[in-house]
């Protein structure tokens, strides 16, 4: 297997590839005269930086074994896509009824209310039907989920609907627009609920909301960000980066199929603010601090301080270039 640090388009099928001549991608080239063991290869991003591992995976970048997700048969493939199960499922949700006994889903307007037992109010599933969700791109060249429209306008109003104990939800100017982004509030991490993406074949991807409001820096605060955008396309979902940074992705073309698992920490130590081995490096990511005592660079989320020591970050670290070479 092969390990590289950066990311570039060696792993896109064939018909991608014109842009604008037409060369053989090097993987494929690489399938073919038999330089690696496997026509797979996988990705892990970490806070800072990732890895990508050709001709198979690298089980410690995982702390779970990954399931599979078989792409869909197409005459000629462009894209890795796969098939989803035409609905979100939003976890956590207080919902109370009386039955004379068990009960299957009922439909309430868009909301499909799953079997509960009789005389108990507790924590229940909500799976929202979303009709266009038929299948998804897995798209390490997308930062965010892409949704339709109609798909985010059905999970914001859902949202906006069940969740109005979360702080400025359900506000006029609400934060739960695409791509907006908000100063990080622990209480709405903790309050927002668990968001399922079911693949056709019954697997399916779970993202908490620390996973789905992605951590943005700049040189004095840290911000939340909604991973989540809409466009127009012929997919009805690309599955982007929001993805990758919680799940190392497989991209097993030798099987006609696409595994998950979820990421290790730094994928297992190759990626990640611990990489960086000076000061420089490190100040120049935001997701890092530079520790003055111990010479490492770790993650800033967990070493950040108001003055620059024993931790600092960006600019506050004397070692920035751009403190000394302004323009």
């Given amino acids: 297997m092969v390990h590289l640090r950066q990311f570039f388009a060696l792993v896109r099928y064939p018909p991608l590839a014109c842009n604008p001549t037409c060369l053989k991608p090097v993987f494929d080239e690489m399938v073919g005269r038999k330089k690696v063991k496997e026509d797979m290869f996988s990705i892990c991003f970490a806070g800072a930086g990732g890895s990508l591992v050709l001709g198979g995976f690298d089980a410690k970048m995982a702390k779970s074994r990954p399931f599979y997700v ?14 989803l199960n035409e609905s979100l499922i939003v976890g956590g949700v207080e919902v109370g009824f009386r039955f004379g006994g068990e009960r ?9 209310v ?4 009789p005389h108990v109010f507790g924590s229940v599933t909500i799976q929202v039907s979303m009709p266009e969700m038929k299948t998804a791109i897995v798209d390490s060249g997308t930062t965010l989920i892409m949704f339709s429209k109609n798909t985010f306008d059905k999970l914001a109003k859902h949202l906006k609907t069940a969740h109005c104990d979360v702080p400025d939800l359900c506000e006029r100017n609400s934060w739960f627009q695409e791509i907006q982004c908000f100063t990080e509030d ?4 903790d309050k927002m609920p668990t968001i399922e993406i079911p693949f056709s074949n019954g ?5 908490e909301a620390r996973d789905y409001l992605i951590p943005i820096y700049n040189e004095l605060s840290k911000f939340r960000c909604v991973g989540m955008g809409t466009m127009g396309s012929d997919a009805d979902v690309i599955l982007g ?19 998950f698992a979820v990421t290790e920490k730094n994928c297992g130590g190759a990626a990640g603010c611990s990489v960086l081995k000076t000061c420089a490096d490190c100040a120049a990511n935001f997701a890092c601090a530079y520790s003055y005592k111990t010479k490492l660079c770790l993650p800033r989320a967990e070493h950040d301080t108001l003055i620059p020591y024993p931790y600092c970050h960006g600019d506050f670290c004397y070692c920035s270039v751009r403190v000394y070479f302004r323009p």
């Fill in 186 to 189: 622990e209480e709405i991490l």
């Fill in 114 to 117: 799953r079997a509960i037992k």
């Fill in 104 to 112: 299957k889903a009922r439909n309430y307007g868009s909301t499909d």
């Fill in 70 to 83: 078989p792409l869909l048969k197409e005459k000629e493939r462009s894209f890795y896509r796969v098939g």
């Fill in 241 to 259: 980066n929001t993805i990758n940074t919680k799940y190392l992705t497989i991209y097993d073309r030798q099987r006609e199929r696409m595994g």
């Fill in 203 to 207: 697997e399916k991807l779970e993202l």
